[in-house]
């Protein structure tokens, strides 16, 4: 069966997009793009597929991208999800210099993005509320005022609640808060477990910004006295009271009496962190974990058990009174009966490190016992629309991007396989400085232009202060493949004076990392390495705290020669 | 592009299978997926999934599925392509298969094996989609359906008791348009017929002090036309209909909707004036408008609940009195109960409901209720264990966390939430000899999710 629809259209459109005749001529292939445009006998397949090929065309002028814009305007009002979405890919894509244009298509895609989610299709709803998220993360106040639309009723599959209620918690804000909370807390009841704990966590990820309301919530919850619902209120304290430090009080009055319905492991090991490092408030935390001690030899979890040295050395300190006999008791089992090697060398560790004197103890013990910067380093802030405006329309938002980076990773290995040098590829594909200045900024090192000041150490807090207060001086791409250690970067920046102050762990993504370095004049080079993990690329950011562009060009090219040694040593 | 098109019965048979790339490992993907769909960990979406690790050649491939009456219909491709546009060409051929088949089913699809691989050629080449218009395959489909017809007394009851025309033959059967759009060239029994559904599906959500928190409506007008192709249309909406916030019209408080969106063949010219559609139908299924409405309804709603719970101590009395306004059916409560109730009695409003405990929830059926009736339901019930120290601060008197919110289904026929009707439906259509067409025109409202808290 021949083409019925879209053949003339699509053809012409590939036709003119392989022909380098037309290529050449500008003219030409505008008016080919724009002749395919207005064609209107294209059924929606034939439309998507334009879409798609449109991808691929840069315009030359602002004018013209105009002008394709207005061409493509009706496509935004289709009836047909699969034309809208790809409309607004191409829109997000070819107006990626303007942001106002963005937030506008963005705006108007917001209609039929919530009709889809509240489509009788699950599948569709579902990827629409994939899409929601990922719009999200750019624009968080984006969807509030609809917030009621993604309240989940009782008959939609488990996979559509779990997405509505990611959304509800990033959507929330100052007006809908109340309302939300109320929503969650009633799923926090769900006959189905899984979503009752998906819905506590919920709440503990909107705690982090409206502490006081939600800390009442979950406190409610634990008067239910129910084992899936405790255990999952407890781990929520922990990760709460690691961030913001102001609810301590009000957990700790929580927690008497729900160390009786825990079970699980992940359960008691928050609740036993919690009992260690904040005992002192806790008027009968040493009695708890007397309980558990008492049991531990019916303990099946290795790793409650290290929770438990750990948690009962730190409680001795504050409380040591109560704590020295069954202290006592626990490292003699630890000892002499654990089988298990982990807990037994913990238990020496800690045997030893009580040999050497209590002040050391307490020095290697008593570490802060909040970090509220953690969470900005782990929250992935709000991201640039370009960042994910390739992805949008594809199967990667549906995957999520994590997800999705071991897909294509596994599939990459697979097609290309090992006949493909790492390098070439980079040569490539790589968008490189140009070659006589890399030469030119290689050579400078060796004249001794820079020094940099060994074994200088800026605070984290000092770090952050400054980087907030500075402006990027320099911003460069270099080329990045792969996986690497940390260790090995942070070891071979030792080597050239750059201090690390903070690194993401391996794997994560986006990861992130901040160095700080000075030079013998008192300049300071704060930068921040950023590795998207879709664009095989390192985001170099450079901050000075003194407007110098010798010395500035001097550190960067210090720095493009680490990560250009490491990138060898992997390669 | 898509490698693979295959349908699977509810349990995993493969009843289709095409392959159009060539570039996949064979029957045995079929079997994989759905493999892989029952052994899917709770939190991970079933839509969309990969195949990693294993045997090479499956490596990569992404299948994604819709469940269209209790069938799955699967694609599989390796490129990251729009699941917007691959889940529509889903249901797309959902309704294709539909249109040519008579119904989607497990047993249409395996009467009209040859019928649906013919269309599966026609539709999608190397995996790219040529075209999806019932109009054109026409052209290029030579099998016929097999409709398996099965007895009904309809057809009995139809004839009437002494000669007498009953009210049955006013009413069609609510399978009358589940028949193949493509019937025999032969058949001269052929009905020129058309039907009309305005549906509209129903989200609500009420507070515990009865005040409205949430309304929701998303309607569609749906066609599903036998007439032979090119034949004109025009159907006539309440002409109060507005939409948008700002629009007036008429004298009323108008039919107000959010957002409207018609199907591309619709003709609009006489919408603004006289708010009629004008088309020209293909034949078989066609979404003609779909509407959205939100937060203010113009019209009461439909099903009223007024709970009231008094708890002391452990046990406590539960009433429920639902009042519906139209006439409703396949009506069903469902309240869900704190866990660890032993005993629960319960006094209906008439001897012969009865109202049953599973999985932890209360669930009262009700078949048939007539509009403006009111019904009442008391439920006592006991929840051993003492309730939690005052240190928690719940009070014995309040209702346990674990009951509620009440959630109740029902369908509504000749009603519509939003008040939007069909005025008319003209056919500019000349019959030849034939009798007139039938026109069919159903309004129909039914929940979608209807929650009160309590």
Known sequence: MP??????????????????HIQADRLRYRNVIQRVIRMSKLDQWGQAEVLNFLLRYQPRSEEELFDIL????????????????????????????????????????????????????????????????????????HFSSHYKKFFCSYSEPHYIKLQKVEVLCELVNDENVQQVLEELRGYCTDVSA????????AIGGIARTYT???????????????????TVVVQTFRDLVWLCPQCTEAVCQALPGCEENIQDSEGKQALIWLLGVHGERIPNAPYVLEDFVENVKSETFPAVKMELLTALLRLFLS????????????????????????????????????????????????????????GLLEDPAE??????????????????????????????????????????SFAVSGPLIPEDNKEREQELPDSGALMLVPNRQLTADYFEKTWLSLKVAHQQVLPWRGEFHPDTLQMALQVVNIQTIAMSRAGTRPWKAYLSAQDDTGCLFLTELLLEPENSEMQISVKQNEARTETLNSFISVLETVIGTIEEIKS | MISQFFILSSKGDPLIYKDFRGDSGGRDVAELFYRKLTGLPGDESPVVM?????????????FIHIRHSSLYLVVTTSENVSPFSLLELLSRLATLLGDYCGSLGEGTISRNVALVYELLDEVLDYGYVQTTSTEMLRNFIQTEAVVSKPFSLFDLSSVGLFGAETQQSKVAPSSAASRPVLSSRSDQSQKNEVFLDVVERLSVLIASNGSLLKVDVQGEIRLKSFLPSGSEMRIGLTEE??????????????????????????????????????????????????????????????????????????????????????????????????????????????????????????????????????????????????????????????????????????????????????????????????????KWVRHLSHSDAYVIRI
């Not at chain 2, 990969?50 to 992404?62: A, E, F, I, K, N």
């Open chain 1, 319 to 374: 409380r040591p009174a109560e704590c020295q006999d069954m202290l006592g008791r626990l490292l003699y089992y630890c000892i002499e009966e654990e089988k298990d090697m982990a807990v037994r060398d913990r238990g020496l560790f800690y045997y030893r490190l009580l040999l050497v004197g209590i002040d050391e103890v307490k020095r290697i013990l008593c570490s802060p016992k909040s970090d509220p910067t953690l």
């Open chain 1, 212 to 230: 006081d309301q939600c800390v009442q919530i979950l406190t409610e919850l634990l008067g239910l006295r129910q084992e899936h619902i405790t």
């Open chain 2, 241 to 438: 209909f507005c939409v948008g916030k700002s629009e007036l019209r008429g004298y009323g408080p108008g039919i107000r909707v959010d957002e409207v969106s018609f199907h591309s063949s619709v003709n609009l010219d006489e919408f603004e004036s006289h708010r009629i559609l004008r088309l020209q139908p293909p034949q078989g299924e066609l979404t003609v408008m779909r509407y959205q409405l939100s937060d203010d309804l113009p019209s009461p709603l439909p099903f009223r609940l007024f709970p009231s719970v008094q708890w002391d101590r452990g046990s406590g009395r539960t009433t429920l009195e639902p009042k519906p306004r139209p006439v409703s059916l396949n009506v069903r409560l469902h309240l869900p109960l704190p866990r660890g109730v032993v005993s629960l009695s319960q006094e209906l409003s008439s001897p012969e409901q009865k109202a049953e405990l599973a999985e932890g929830a209360l669930r009262w059926d009700l078949p048939r209720v007539q509009g403006g009736s009111q019904l009442s339901g008391l439920f006592q019930m006991d929840v051993p264990g003492s309730p939690g120290p005052p240190s928690h601060g719940l009070s014995t008197s309040a209702p346990p966390l674990g009951l509620g919110p009440a959630s109740l289904s029902f369908e509504l026929p000749r009603h519509t939430c939003s008040g939007l009707q069909v005025r008319f439906l003209r056919l500019a259509f000349r019959p030849c000899g034939n009798a007139n067409p039938h």
């Open chain 1, 70 to 141: 207005n061409l493509l305007d009706s496509f935004l009002k289709s009836s047909s999800p699969g034309v809208v979405m790809g409309a607004t890919k191409l829109f997000l894509i070819l107006a990626k210099k303007f942001p106002h244009v963005q937030t506008d298509v963005l705006v108007r895609v917001k209609g039929p993005l919530l009709a889809a989610c509240s489509s009788e299709s699950r599948e569709l709803c579902f990827v629409a509320l994939c899409h929601v998220r990922q719009i999200l993360h750019s624009l968080p106040g």
């Open chain 1, 383 to 424: 991201r640039p629309v370009n960042s994910w405006a390739s992805d949008f329309n594809t199967l990667v938002p549906v995957y999520g991007k994590a997800h999705w980076a071991t897909i294509s990773k596994c599939q990459g290995a697979e097609r290309c396989g090992p006949e493909l040098p790492k390098t070439s």
């Open chain 2, 50 to 62: 990969v195949t990693t690790g294993g045997r090479r050649h499956h490596d990569g491939r992404h």
């Open chain 1, 3 to 20: 083409y019925l629809g879209s053949e003339d259209v699509v053809k012409e459109l590939k036709k003119a997009l392989c022909n380098p």
């Open chain 1, 194 to 201: 899984d979503f009752a704990q998906a819905a506590i966590f």
